[in-house]
C-alpha cells in the first residue's frame, strides 16, 4: 500500500503522501495528489490508503454533511462513516480502504489526526474494521512507514526526516491486496512524489510536492532505479 504519515506537534500537523496509483499486480498506472482538504471544512485534510476511488468517495460523503470546522467534523462523522460506506459499497464494489484525517480542534487546542480501515491489515495494532482511531500528540503516527525514522518530534523537518523514512518504507515489500486476497501480492507500492501538508494552529491548509521519484507509468516501482534517492 501507499504511505501516509502524520506528525503532530504544538502548534501544526504535517502529513506526508506518495502519488503511486498502481494495478493490482503492482503496475504503476497513475500519478496523482492523493490528499485534499475536507470539502467546506476549515482546518483538516485526509487521505486515503487502498483503492484510489476512496478519496472522491469520501470527499463526497463529507459533503452530503457539511462541517464548517474539524470540531464539527468530528461530531457528525458517524453519519459521514455511514455514507461513506454506502457508497463505496455501490460505487466501488466494496473496495476497502483506510481514511487517514488530520485536522486542528479549535475546542481542545491541539492537533488531532483520525484513522479507518474497512479492511483487514489494520495498521492499528488489534483494530477492528470500521472503527475511527483517534491520535494526539506530540508525536509522528506514521502507516506504511517506521516512526523511529522520522527523528525528533520538535525538529522534524518533512524534506530530510520525512523522506529519511519514506525512502526506506519504499523499499520493502507490501501486500498489495491488503489482506484481502486468499495469498498477499508483494509488491513496492510508494512512489510517484512526495507531498507535506501543513495544517496549523490558524487552520490553514498548505500542501506541497517535497521530492519526485524517476517512477514509470506502466512498470512496477524500483526502488533501486537510478535516481530514485535523495
Keep these: 500500500m501507499s504511505v501516509a504519515t502524520a506528525t503532530i506537534r504544538r502548534n501544526r500537523i504535517v502529513l506526508l503522501t506518495d502519488a ?3 494495478r493490482s499486480d503492482g503496475v504503476l498506472v497513475d500519478t496523482r495528489r492523493k490528499v485534499r482538504p475536507v470539502p467546506g471544512c476549515e482546518g483538516a ?3 486515503s490508503r487502498g483503492v484510489i476511488g476512496a478519496i472522491d468517495m469520501f470527499a463526497a460523503a463529507c459533503s452530503h454533511h457539511p462541517a464548517r470546522d474539524f470540531d464539527a467534523l468530528v461530531e457528525g ?3 459521514i462513516w455511514t455514507d461513506f460506506d454506502k457508497l463505496m459499497s455501490e460505487l466501488m464494489a466494496g473496495a476497502t480502504c483506510e481514511i487517514i484525517i488530520a485536522g486542528w480542534s479549535r475546542a481542545r487546542q491541539r492537533g488531532e489526526v483520525l484513522y479507518r480501515a474497512t479492511h483487514a491489515n489494520n495498521m492499528v495494532q488489534g483494530g477492528q474494521k470500521g472503527t475511527t482511531y483517534l491520535f494526539t500528540g506530540p508525536g509522528h503516527f506514521a502507516f506504511g512507514a517506521d516512526e523511529s525514522l522520522m527523528g525528533d518530534v520538535d525538529d522534524f523537518d518533512p524534506r530530510s526526516d520525512g523522506l529519511r523514512a519514506v525512502n526506506a ?7 498489495l491486496s491488503c489482506g484481502e486476497a486468499s495469498e498477499p501480492v508483494m509488491g513496492h507500492s510508494i512512489g510517484g512524489w ?5 495544517i496549523g494552529a490558524d487552520r490553514r491548509v498548505k500542501t506541497e510536492t517535497i521530492h519526485t521519484w524517476p517512477d514509470r507509468i506502466g512498470s512496477k516501482i524500483n526502488p533501486a532505479r537510478a535516481g530514485v534517492m535523495a
Design 45 to 47: 485534510a485526509f487521505t
Design 169 to 175: 518504507a519504499r523499499k520493502e515489500l507490501f501486500d
Design 194 to 198: 512526495l507531498d507535506a501538508t501543513t
Design 77 to 79: 462523522l458517524d453519519q
Design 20 to 22: 503511486a496509483v498502481y
